[in-house]
């Protein structure tokens, strides 16, 4: 694994993290990290590895959406008093 494939990498597994965790703070240090790296202009070739922590995030983002979604159901409901107790 090239070096630009080991950043993508580690930005893709900490950006899985930082979403499961709901760490805003971490992601946005995470967005400035891929911003910086993609106007680098560097190159990368999919590998398995790559795509396969890829499709973890996709799946995490969505998943995410998900669970976002109920909550603020939950908070718009008429009984959102009892979840703030």
């Known amino acids: 694994m090239t070096m630009s494939e080991q950043a993508v990498s580690q930005l893709?597994?900490?950006?899985?993290?930082?979403?499961?965790?709901?760490?805003?703070?971490?992601?946005?240090?995470?967005?400035?990290?891929?911003?910086?790296?993609?106007v680098s202009g560097v190159t990368?070739?999919?590998?398995?590895?790559?795509?396969?922590?890829?499709?973890?995030?996709?799946?995490t983002?969505?998943?995410t959406g998900r669970n976002v979604q109920v909550v603020a159901r939950l908070c718009a409901a008429k009984g959102a008093e009892r979840w703030e107790r």
């Open 44 to 59: 990368l070739h999919a590998t398995r590895s790559l795509l396969e922590q890829r499709n973890r995030l996709e799946r």
């Open 61 to 63: 983002l969505e998943e």
């Open 12 to 38: 893709l597994e900490g950006t899985i993290e930082a979403l499961a965790s709901f760490d805003l703070e971490r992601l946005e240090t995470l967005e400035a990290r891929i911003r910086r790296l993609a």
